[in-house]
């Protein structure tokens, strides 16, 4: 199969010199036989041709597969899905999203469907999925690979993602919610760098512009919390590709990282996290309208670490959960699903 570059896929170029404009394996509408073809439905793309030869696919860390599951009726009405970081916060989604729906008694116990595994939690209410992915790049990756495919297997169309979860914020007070415009590396180049065979696979890290404006609009109608739209920076680690000065090393000081939070808000980031690069290359390539909203626990020019109150913090991080439901809500309504 002829190497098609996927800065070509994305119909953008980054400026990067030739040598570095490195390859990737994706033929641009390339579709492995989705029965919805052809419908005015968006199905979820897989883009591996050798998932058409297995006789069973394994999601290994979701516990789940397509001989021992049967994944379109278990999953085949989602519309949305939802992933953050951490277990306890999706399960409490979840159980948030239910009650705003009434479909379910929020105090009703909701089963963790990945129980036969510690890595992932995931919980389901109506055409909600709620899912955990860990921190950092690597965790969320391998999540989204598995989700993707169960998305696909369960022939799930028309869905939307959303991440949702907490940041370091730029120049913004505490508690304002940042919906990605687009995410950024270190250098503040909207890319998504990975090592694929041993060459350097560039991918575009585009979000849904009109997914970001119909949460905004959200947000100044419920008017509860600011919200803004702005580019996301992904960093590889929380301490020194933060510019942190607290970590276990440091070899910089105070103004040398002061100087590049100012840079970084020069170039129009906001807020700092580490997953929203991969999170977005990927559900681009499977033709997922997605957006990533997260809440700034604080102001990185101002600080480092977090001084508030246990129950501020617990506060702030349920922003992006209100947020969020009310846009799951108000588009269920709208669509005459509730």
């Not at 492995?32 to 897989?46: A, D, F, I, K, R």
């Amino acid at each position: 199969m002829k190497a098609i570059s996927d800065i070509r896929h994305s119909k953008l170029r980054f400026g990067l010199a030739p040598s570095l404009q490195t390859t990737d394996y994706y033929p641009d509408t390339m579709d492995l036989g989705h029965e919805n073809q052809g419908s005015s439905s968006c199905p979820v793309y897989v883009h591996n041709p050798h998932l058409k030869t297995m006789k069973e696919d394994v999601l290994y860390h979701f516990n789940l597969g397509t001989s021992t599951h049967n994944l379109p009726a278990l999953f085949g009405d989602v519309k949305f899905v939802c992933v953050g970081g951490s277990p306890w916060r999706m399960k409490s989604f979840i159980e948030y999203i239910a009650g705003e729906l009434g479909l379910e008694d929020p105090k009703s116990e909701y089963p963790n469907i990945c129980a036969g595994t510690d890595r992932y939690a995931m919980y389901k209410v109506g055409p909600v999925l709620s899912v955990s992915h860990g921190m950092g790049i690597p965790s969320i990756s391998i999540m989204l690979h598995e989700l993707l495919k169960l998305l696909h297997h369960a022939h799930c169309t028309d869905v939307t993602i959303i991440r949702i979860g907490t940041s370091g914020g730029i120049g913004l007070e505490p508690g304002t919610i940042v919906i990605t415009k687009q995410s950024v590396d270190a250098t503040f180049l909207p890319k998504f760098e990975q090592v694929i065979l041993g060459k350097n696979v560039v991918r575009s890290t585009d979000l849904d512009t009109e997914l970001a404006e119909q949460l905004l609009q959200c947000s100044n109608r419920l008017n509860q919390f600011k919200s803004v739209i702005a580019n996301t920076m992904c960093t590889m680690d929380f301490y020194e590709g933060q510019a942190r000065l607290d970590g276990a090393f440091c070899s910089y000081t105070q103004e040398d990282k002061q100087d590049y939070l100012a840079k970084a808000y020069a170039s129009g980031v906001r807020n700092i996290e580490m997953e929203s690069s991969v999170f977005a290359s990927m559900c681009k390539l499977s033709g997922l309208k997605a957006a990533v909203v997260c809440v700034t626990l604080l102001d990185r020019q101002k600080g480092d670490q977090l001084s508030g109150s246990h129950q501020v913090l617990h506060d702030l991080q349920q922003r992006p959960q209100i947020l969020v439901g009310h846009f799951i809500k108000s588009q269920l309504e709208s669509s005459g699903k509730i």
